[in-house]
């Protein structure tokens, strides 16, 4: 939906219009950060491309640009965030593998993501695990991570299985398999 302060660069974004983008960009129409990030959700990784091959952006723009990415299952678009500097968060990772992009999982990880890093309250990213191959992807970084409970005292088998009365699309004997 179009609003009143929307750019012509914004609306190019917007609808995918990779070739008035990049004329837009190269006729040296202010872009920022706002461009980026909404770049990073298009199908065609062009227009995040150019942006970031003329423009200058801070790590905390390029993390919420590669979060957008991820949430929309941009594999390309978050290669180039990578690629570009982007910083790997617990947050960005979980989203990841909560909502089991297994390609973007493996880049994230080959850019250095720490799995064994740990969420607010102690949880591992186990806790948001919905696949077996997954949960397998984790174990082989760091076996250790299914011993690690919660910082309420729960493992990540016993938070499984509790998953399964309340999301019936989680293949939780197989998950359980592999972290037995």
């Known amino acids: 939906m179009l609003e009143r302060s929307q750019t012509p ?36 990784p062009v227009i995040l491309q150019s942006l970031l091959d003329r423009g200058s952006f801070d790590n905390k723009t390029l993390r919420i640009a590669l979060f957008r990415a991820v949430q929309t299952g941009r594999e390309s678009s978050a290669k180039n965030l990578l690629g570009a500097g982007a910083s790997v968060t617990f947050a960005i990772l979980k989203t990841a593998i909560e909502l089991d992009h ?36 984790i174990l082989e970084q760091d076996l250790g991570l299914a011993d690690i409970r919660s910082s309420s005292g729960e493992s990540p088998l016993n938070f499984l299985y509790a998953k399964l009365f309340r999301d019936q699309d989680v293949d939780l004997a197989s998950i359980a398999q592999v972290l037995l």
């Not at 493996?106 to 064994?116: E, M, N, T, Y």
């Not at 990213?125 to 949960?135: D, Q």
């Open 102 to 137: 297994l390609t973007i999982i493996k880049c994230l990880i080959a850019a250095g993501a720490d799995v064994s890093s740990r969420g607010d309250n102690g949880e591992t990213l186990l806790y948001a695990v919905r696949s077996p191959s997954v949960a397998t992807m």
């Open 9 to 44: 660069l914004d609306i190019a974004v917007l609808y995918n219009q990779t070739s008035a983008a990049e004329w837009l960009i190269d006729a040296s129409v202010f872009f920022g950060p706002d461009n980026l990030v909404a770049s990073a959700r298009c199908e065609k």
